[in-house]
């Protein structure tokens, strides 16, 4: 089964932990660009906030059989 990861700002991305998705803060546009390029092989399911998701840019935040979802703003 593949991971579950939550990338974005901390304070939008924190609370998913406790449901078992990893969590990967990344205040930063070049935080999150090194997050998104650090992924563990095993993830299955990404979701971006929508801030991580305008820095990745529409094509930018799509990985071969990866699910990628974006928060609402």
Same mark, same amino acid.
């Given at each position: 089964?593949?991971?579950?990861?939550?990338? *974005? *700002?901390? $304070?939008?991305?924190?609370?998913?932990?406790? *449901?078992? $998705?990893?969590?990967?803060?990344?205040?930063?546009? @070049? !935080?999150?660009?090194? !997050?998104?390029?650090?992924?563990?092989? @095993?993830?299955?399911?990404?979701?971006?906030?929508?801030? $991580? !998701? $305008?820095?990745?840019?529409? @094509?930018? !935040?799509?990985?071969?059989?990866?699910?990628?979802?974006?928060?609402?703003?």
């Amino acid at each position: 089964m593949g991971l579950v990861v939550v990338l *974005g *700002g901390a $304070a939008q991305v924190n609370g998913f932990a406790l *449901g078992g $998705a990893t969590v990967i803060p990344a205040e930063y546009p @070049d !935080a999150v660009r090194q !997050a998104w390029n650090s992924l563990p092989e @095993d993830v299955a399911v990404v979701v971006l906030t929508h801030e $991580a !998701a $305008a820095v990745m840019g529409v @094509d930018g !935040a799509k990985r071969e059989g990866v699910i990628t979802v974006v928060m609402p703003p």
